[in-house]
């Protein structure tokens, strides 16, 4: 028999609390027919990287978001290589005709979905850089937007290296040694003075063609002629000049490529950069584009810029979001895509995907269970036609650093 105290506080003697009871045991509704359940890698059954991604999807937390983002991208290269095939062989022919060595046909012309990508300057100073290489030179991206390191370290690279250092070295003693810090690498000042030993003559000769020719240069037109000028088959900017792909960046001043631009200020005043025609020239390209997907790798400059572009055709029909960043504090590198919807830079009935994470672990296994599979990935020179011309032009600039570089 239950004592009267008991009785009020509800404790049934057998059973225990009855409100304990109610709320521990509260029955649920039944998961719905398309419920996924939670299930992590069987290293007893799959021991490789396809195995490892496949079973991201399913095991939880940002590991299902690498999931989405896997099957996002493949949505962009949905169709692609069919496409890839048709436009390259228009667009040759258009250029042909016109005399034009640029693509603008607003589309990337190859794809059926556009794909942006954008990423911050560290990135190019990381292994990430040889990812993006993969990506150019086999036509597997048709835009890219970035800030100005991500430019200038592409250059630097292909005249020093960047080295494996540590996130604790003391900025003073590498100051002492003339080493730069960014993250755990490490670059030497050396770098940036041949850096600036290649790049003043190219400024020179484009000040002769702006004062001769007419030419107005925007930032884009000067990635481009660097790119060519650099002529090394490790310059992710080699592959874009090469592959038509624009490189949009309005902060192009932001690094030692805005030193170099001061100092030639006063060497030889007068070169022009135009950031209206490229702002022209990136918006353009969003509207005229079927169907555009943005992978934006990181925030700040490139990750705004991109989808500012997108907001001009009302939005990109795909995204994938890599970053680090966090939105409590309403900052544009931390915003979830949703706030891009918002403002019309996401199309509303986008499925978009935010992984929170470092990109240098993230990305190349995005890029393992996507780009690296598809067959235009996996073509040689000669089945894309590539002629012999180009190949020895390859094998000239392969291994040949760079002849005007002295050191500094
Ligand atoms: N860091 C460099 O290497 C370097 C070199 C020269 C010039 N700059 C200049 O500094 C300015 C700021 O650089 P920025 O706009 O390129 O980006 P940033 O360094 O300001 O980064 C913006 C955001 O991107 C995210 N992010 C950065 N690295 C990431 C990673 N590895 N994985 C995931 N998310 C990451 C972070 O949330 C970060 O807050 C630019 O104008 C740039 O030109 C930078």
Redesign the pocket.
């Known amino acids: 028999m239950e004592s009267s105290s008991a009785a009020a506080n509800g404790v049934h003697s057998s059973t225990g609390p009855a409100d304990s009871l109610a709320a521990v045991l509260k029955p649920s509704d039944a998961p719905s027919a398309e419920a996924v359940t939670v299930k992590g890698v069987d290293f007893d059954e799959r021991r490789d990287l396809d195995g490892l991604l496949e079973s991201f999807l399913t095991s939880g937390f940002q590991a299902t978001n690498v999931g989405l983002a896997i099957e996002e991208i493949r949505r962009m290269l949905e169709g692609r290589e069919q496409q890839q095939q048709q436009h390259e062989s228009e667009e040759a022919s258009e250029r042909e005709e016109s005399g034009d060595d640029t693509d603008d046909a607003g589309d990337g012309g190859r794809g059926h979905c556009t794909i942006w990508l954008a990423f911050?300057?560290?990135?190019i100073?990381?292994g990430l850089r040889e990812v993006f290489v993969f990506l150019a030179k086999h036509r597997l991206i048709d835009v890219i937007v970035?800030?100005?390191?991500?430019v200038?370290?592409d250059f630097i690279k292909c005249m020093a290296p960047t080295f494996i250092g540590d996130f604790t070295w003391r900025g003073r003693e590498l100051r002492d040694k003339g080493w730069n810090r960014?993250g755990n690498l490490v670059v030497p000042n050396d770098n940036y003075c041949r850096f600036e030993e290649w790049l003043q003559p190219i400024l020179d000769a484009m000040l002769d063609e702006q004062r001769t020719h007419g030419t107005i240069w925007t930032p884009s037109k000067m990635i481009d002629r660097l790119g060519k000028e650099i002529g090394h088959e490790e310059s992710l900017y080699y592959w874009c000049h090469k592959n038509h792909i624009p490189v949009y960046c309005p902060?192009l001043t932001?690094?030692?490529l805005g030193d170099n631009l001061y100092f030639h200020s006063y060497r030889s005043p007068g070169l022009l950069l135009d950031v209206i025609g490229d702002i022209r020239a990136t918006n353009d390209r969003a509207i005229k584009c079927r169907r555009s997907g943005m992978i934006i790798?990181?925030?700040?400059?490139?990750k705004h810029h991109t989808c500012n572009a997108n907001l001009m055709r009302n939005g990109a029909d795909y995204a994938v979001y890599?970053?680090?960043?966090q939105e409590y504090d309403g900052c544009d590198?931390?915003a979830r895509p949703d706030e891009a919807v918002s403002w019309g830079k996401i199309k509303s009935e986008a499925k978009p995907v935010k992984v929170h994470?470092?990109?240098?672990v993230l990305f190349p296994l995005i890029v393992a269970a996507t780009f690296a599979k598809h067959p235009h990935a996996n073509k040689t020179a000669a089945d894309k036609g590539e002629d012999a011309e180009s190949s020895r032009e390859h094998n000239h600039h392969h291994n040949v650093p760079l002849h005007a570089v002295t050191g500094c």
Do not use: Q, R
Not at 120 to 123: I, V
């Open positions: 911050t300057s560290n990135m100073s990381s970035t800030s100005a390191g991500g200038e370290e960014i902060g932001d690094g030692s790798l990181g925030g700040g400059l490139s890599i970053n680090t960043a590198s931390g994470g470092d990109a240098t």
